[in-house]
């Protein structure tokens, strides 16, 4: 549920605004305006209102405070977990009520504090090594952080991966446990000091992680490797994804979502409201038209970040909370949106359109063999790729509007290849 009277849009330029200074002085109780309020993340949640991260510089306080912000409303239950002397604070934003909290005590994320304390994180999954300290690796408000602990061994840089989750915890440690045992590379559950079997392993909504071998595909990218992964070792282990994986929730996918993303993107962006409009009635005639196939087991999110490789074999799969019933097609066009969208990221990628038309042929035959139509694999990377417009404000670009007319014309070239197809 969202403020009714204070679209996403107005959230957004609020937050990057000079009127955000003195709003948060007022908001937090003090006089004045703080030297420095700077967003260090902002996400917009369709359905869900706009989120954000605060550093905000106080007088008189040596380290800058992080602050978490939101318009989400959000229920008695989840505000009364959270700590005495940490609740969140309640503010009149200039279009509706906003709710603010001192990071690490995230409203839904209770396990969040124990997970960022590396003495606390020692004493439940060290078994008996130090833990020197923990890592933000990423953090979405309300929804989910990524965190590494590092351990003080013989062997440097040995560490392992904390989830926290908002819910779905169990959820999460059943589909590894599941993928574990039929033989996948998974990364291992990491159970806590105190379990008392091999199941017992989430503790306040967060489990950990061992690294996973090998490194991640878009490192193999950024290295320049000539061939970081083969096809095949790809498309068999989204085969050997095993049966059970269709007893679960079937999650919607990046292109189920789309009416969702392309609505972000326009907040993101009003000035580009006709092109994002044009691009989402040619995606959703493709997706009403060109058939799927069957339902299989899926990964989900398979992008370059989540694949690992070692030897052009695949290492580790990663993230999977979305592991479930659905298409393929829908896996293979999100990696293909990423690897695409991948050049304009960094030039380290500029040679991975190369690599895109080494693996087409392989994925466009796996579409088929799964009993789909092949133009369906554009249609819906495109649509993944619209859905990687909102978030690009946090991208770094210097030109942020040619970048996201960029991505926009890159969606269309998807599109093309799917109309030309034959």
Known sequence: MTQTNWDPASQIAWLSSADLSPWVADALGQYGTFPGVHPVTVQHRPGAGVSALLQVSAPDTPEPMIIGLTTEILDRATLAAVPAGCEPRFAQGPGGMVVLWPHPYDPKLPGLPAAVDPAQVQARWGHGHTVTQVRTRAYRPLRRAVLVADLDQ????????????????????????????????????????????????????????????????????????????????????????PAECLKLERKDSWSDRIEDHALAARSAFPGMVPEIDML???????????????????????????????????????????????????????????????????????????????????????????????????????????TLIAGMPGEGHDDLLQAARDRLALAGRLLERAENYF
């Not at 440097?156 to 590894?176: I, Y």
């Open 154 to 241: 013989t062997q440097p840089g040995t560490a392992f991966f904390l989830k926290v989750l908002h819910s779905r915890a169990a959820d999460l440690a059943q589909r590894h446990l599941m993928l574990t045992h039929a033989g996948l590379p998974v990364p291992r559950l990491r159970l806590p000091n105190d379990a008392t079997g091999p199941t017992d392993v989430v503790r306040d909504g967060t489990i950990a992680l061992d690294v996973a071998a090998g490194h991640s595909l878009a490192t193999a990218l950024a290295s320049q490797e000539m061939h970081p992964v083969s096809t095949a070792d790809l498309i068999s282990v989204l085969d050997r994804l």
């Open 280 to 386: 989402l009635q040619r995606i959703r005639w493709g997706l009403a038209n060109f058939h799927p196939g069957q339902v299989v087991p899926t990964h989900g999110d398979l992008y370059e970040a989540n694949v690992f490789v070692h030897d052009s074999q695949i290492s580790g799969l990663l993230d999977l909370d979305g592991v479930g019933p659905g298409y393929r097609v829908d896996d293979l066009a999100c990696l293909v949106a990423h690897l695409a969208v991948l050049p304009s990221l960094d030039h380290r990628y500029l040679d991975v359109p190369k690599l895109l038309r080494w693996i087409t042929p392989a994925l466009v035959a796996d579409v088929a063999r799964q009993g789909g139509d092949p133009r369906g694999l554009w249609v819906r990377s495109a649509a993944v790729v619209l």
